[in-house]
């Protein structure tokens, strides 16, 4: 098949994609109204510049009430290549666009892969828009103007040829220094302007959440609301002690549970942990060395999917440094609140705090632990207190099948380790 086949593949695909919302009622490109807007493919418009017509893939053309001719066109430019998309198509597309419409016009790529590190910056230098259009529908937008209007970290793994897989989200959006992962959330910033579509939005009123929290994609929860729920879950599967049965519980939620023979890596040669798929309901573990860590993947998969992460994710692939998020940055808001999420779910299903406080005193008083005034369990420099230390943190490991690293974390959250051993470092 030729670049203009594939090219014209995707275009008609595209172009059906926004038909079909139009002829649904929803707003057209997640942002048009439908009433007010007409599609084109292949639409030609004269050019004063170039002396004859140029032809655009996919337009949107956007009227207001009572207008003959359209204020706004929302043009797209489809580029199905297999490869990555290179800047000269960036810059032909610009000027064309500033050719036809200098001052009316809403240029967007459409790519089915990705683009250029230079392809990138240029569009964003000239003010365009990019979408990736696949098999699952529009999954990401960068916004025309002020940056990419998604988690950073996400569209550029997405789209943007020099970063590294991660998150796919069903809608992103951005308004007013606020990002957005679900449409319905996204409209309920702009509580002046509804009125405006009270006729139109009452045709799916019951489709709509009640309790819309203007500016927050993913609802804070906090610890002991995920230790409610992974209490509920275990308390599903029976658990009483010991190391806890994650087939079980997969089983349990009715998840396909895959173990992969093959070691994944990312565009920068670090391994993938494992991927989520929440349409399917499936976890893949990849082949990797660490026991421990594929069972802190598989519990951080089962959070996503025991949290109803699906409201925001399609799909999800994790790397290691996925598992050690534990606090959110103000640009990347979304991502981040899921995966934090996601490992205090694991963390709190592997070691069950009611289960692991009763063991670690149990093996406490085995090895002859005695709060001598520096806390439940102490520990510094000296060798007799180093190795009870490590004696205790491989029962527990070795009891709940974990890493040392997870006890040691476990113990700090609860506040039961007074670590002294930086002191005279």
Do not use: W
């Amino acid at each position: 098949m030729s670049t203009v086949e594939k090219g014209n593949r995707l275009e008609d695909k595209f172009y059906d994609y926004l038909c079909d919302q139009k002829n649904r009622g929803d707003f057209v490109y997640g942002a048009h109204f439908p009433g007010h807007c007409k599609i084109y493919k292949k639409k030609k418009y004269p050019c004063k510049t170039r002396e004859a017509p140029v032809e655009f893939d996919v337009v949107i053309e956007l009227y207001g009430k009572g207008r003959s001719e359209p204020h706004l066109y929302v043009v797209f430019e489809c580029k199905n290549h297999k490869g990555s998309i290179p800047e000269i198509y960036v810059n032909d597309f610009t000027s064309k666009l500033n050719d036809v419409f200098p001052r009316s016009s809403k240029g967007i790529i459409v790519v089915s892969t990705r683009l250029q590190s230079g392809a990138e910056k240029s569009a964003r230098n000239r003010g365009l828009g990019i979408a990736k259009y696949d098999e699952n529908g529009l999954d990401i937008i960068a916004d025309r103007k002020g940056g990419i209007c998604a988690e950073s970290r996400f569209v550029k793994s997405q789209i943007f040829h020099h970063q590294s897989p991660a998150k796919s989200l069903k809608f992103s959006g951005y308004h007013d220094g606020k990002f957005f992962g679900a449409f319905d959330e996204f409209l309920g910033a702009f509580d002046e302007f509804l009125g405006a579509f009270d006729e139109f939005l009452g045709a799916f009123d019951s489709s709509l959440p009640t309790n819309i929290e203007t500016g927050k994609t993913v609802p804070f929860l906090s610890i002991e609301e995920i230790q409610q729920s992974t209490q509920q879950l275990l308390d599903k599967v029976g658990y009483t002690s010991g190391s806890v049965d994650l087939a079980k519980i997969c089983s349990t939620l009715s998840i396909d549970l895959i173990s992969s023979e093959k070691e994944i890596r990312d565009n920068d040669g670090k391994i993938i942990l494992g991927s989520a798929n929440f349409e399917n309901k499936t976890i893949q573990i990849n082949a990797h060395d660490n026991k421990h860590r594929k069972r802190f993947t598989i519990g951080h998969e089962i959070g996503h999917f025991y949290l109803r992460h699906d409201r925001y994710l399609r799909s999800e692939t994790i790397a290691e440094a996925d598992l050690f998020i534990d606090r959110e940055s103000a640009n990347s808001y979304n991502y981040e609140r899921l995966e934090i999420q996601a490992n205090t779910f694991a963390s709190e299903l592997l070691l069950p705090k009611g289960i692991f406080e009763l063991k670690t005193a149990e093996y406490r008083d085995f090895l002859g632990y005695k709060n001598r005034g520096h806390g439940y369990i102490f520990v510094d420099r000296q060798r007799q207190n180093l190795s009870d230390y490590h004696h205790l943190l491989s029962l527990l490991s070795d009891e709940f099948d974990t890493s040392k690293q997870a006890i040691e974390i476990k113990f700090k959250k609860l506040g039961l380790l007074n670590d002294d051993r930086g002191r005279y470092s």
